[in-house]
């Protein structure tokens, strides 16, 4: 099975997202079975880059790349290096933590209500990033099943 990326919030490299839908339909058609998304906070991105991918005929399963919120310094890191937005409803919630396990429980919670709207949606998988915390995920899955 051969799976690649995909970027709903485009690729920091590439010029546009249509640029970069293009650019997934090329490697479907050179063989892709699957596409895992990168790491989104806004399920609406997900739905629209879903919708945009099937219009050029990406037909593949596209599965949706979930990253619970663990740290103050996520609101800084994630949006710099992987060139995402955070809904400012998070934001404020995490500025609101007192602690690191408050972050955590908040990212947690937000996690767990996007998985939810995802599944609902009828999404075949869920592929998270972990990044060393395993046991947030552990959270999210008994939450979820």
């Not at 219009?55 to 890191?77: D, M, Q, S, T």
């Not at 955590?104 to 996007?114: C, D, K, N, Y």
Request: include cysteine; hydrophobic fraction near 40%; aromatic fraction near 8%.
């Amino acid at each position: 099975c051969i799976g690649v990326a995909g970027y709903p919030e485009k690729h920091i490299e590439a010029p546009s997202l249509q640029t970069d839908l293009k650019r997934l339909k090329e490697k479907v058609e050179a063989g892709a079975e699957y596409v895992v998304t990168q790491m989104f906070f806004d399920n609406k991105k997900y739905f629209e880059f879903i919708d945009a991918a099937r219009k050029i005929g990406i037909e593949v399963p596209i599965i949706p790349g979930i990253k619970p919120l663990a740290v103050k310094r996520h609101l800084n890191v994630l949006p710099q290096v992987f060139k995402i937005d955070l809904p400012e409803e998070l934001i404020k919630g995490v500025e609101k933590c007192k602690d690191t396990n408050e972050v955590r429980s908040l990212g947690v919670e937000w996690s767990i209500a996007q998985c939810k709207e995802l599944l609902q949606a009828g999404v075949p998988v869920l592929h998270f990033y972990s990044m060393g915390k395993s046991d947030n995920v552990q959270a999210i899955a008994s939450a979820l099943f």
